[in-house]
Each structure stands twice: as C-alpha cells, then as structure tokens.
C-alpha cells in the first residue's frame, strides 16, 4: 500500500489495521516517535481508494450546532451548559458515540446533583444534535434508540384538608356551603 503524506518529515509504515466498524488504523513511525493515525473507510472500495472522511469532535459540533441553529437565545443557553457539562464528562469523536457512552452521560448529569428534569432537558438537546449529525451522515443514529433515559419526576398533589377549606370558605366569604364543596347536600 502507497501512503502520500506533505511533510517534511520521513514516515515509515508501523502497522494497518481494520477494525468491523470500518476504520482503518494506521501506526506510523517519523524520526523513531511512532504516532497513530485514524481514518474511515467504505466497504465498497471502488476505485481502490479508500473514502477518507474526517472525525469530528462532539463537543464542537455541538457548539457549532447551537450557534448556527434559528433558535431563541433561552435554548442557545440551555444548549451552551449542555456543552459545559459534555466537556466536564469528556468529549470524543461524533463517530465513537456509543449507547454506553450517551447513557453514561445521562449517569454523569445526575451524579452532578441535576434533578431528572434537567438531565432529560439537557440529553434531548444533544439528541438534536446528533439527530442533525445523522442526517450528515456522521452519525447512526440507532444509537440513540438504546439509550434508556430517565422517568419523568412525579408531581407530588397536595390537597386542602376540611379544616382548611373551611377556613378559607370563611376568610374569603365564597359563599359555597362546604357540603356543596364534598358533593354533600344539606
């Protein structure tokens, strides 16, 4: 295999690679420092040539997403602390997003002390994001159909006990007879 690569320096072919998620790894060696380098390929090859397709970080596509995006400077920011909390998680590359990876975030947001809301606010955000990587074609986006996301919290109902109700049928003057109010007639 010929490889062509500008520099100034000597390179020398280490080891190729083929991974089944259709990555060809290359470990090259320049000057006795041997460095990797990462590249997609198609399984029809064509031409012989394979498709290089560059890897693009998530955090930046997200970051470029919600800049681009027509939306309300509200949704800029939810989107802007979303991107704080996938920095503070890790970033990796848009094709390395595994269900694994998505639900350990989700896992990561609630040890940050985020009540359920706000971790299914924020993962439906980066599911918009992924879901325009996907229409890219940089992204499966079956992946996201795996990922198990959090209930939604259950809203506590308080209600009124009948001395309550009859104090506030007295203080307010309604007007109601209280049985009226329990579907009781006199």
């Known amino acids: 295999m010929n490889i062509k690569i500008d520099s100034n320096f000597q390179f020398s072919v280490l080891s190729i690679q083929y991974t089944p998620q259709g990555e ?37 596509y997200c970051r470029d997403y919600a800049l681009a995006a027509d939306i309300k400077d509200k949704t800029k920011d939810t989107y802007r602390l979303m991107c704080n909390h996938l ?4 970033d990796c590359t848009i094709d390395k997003v595994t269900t694994s990876y998505l639900q350990d975030f989700i896992t990561f947001l609630q040890s940050q002390g985020l009540k359920n809301g ?20 940089l992204f499966d986006d079956r992946v996201l159909q795996r990922v198990k996301r959090p209930k939604k919290e259950q809203e506590k109902k308080c209600f009124l006990s009948e001395t309550e109700l009859k104090k506030l049928n007295k203080t307010y003057r309604i007007g109601v007879p209280l049985g009226a109010l329990f579907g009781q007639s006199k």
């Open 24 to 60: 060809l790894c290359i470990t090259l060696d320049s000057d006795g420092l041997s460095t990797n380098a990462h590249y997609q390929y198609t399984a029809s090859l064509g031409n012989g040539q394979a498709e290089e397709k560059p890897t693009t970080s998530l955090l930046q």
């Open 87 to 90: 920095e503070a998680y890790g």
């Open 118 to 137: 706000s971790v299914r606010l924020y993962f439906q955000k980066l599911a918009c994001v992924l879901h325009d990587a996907y229409k890219n074609e």
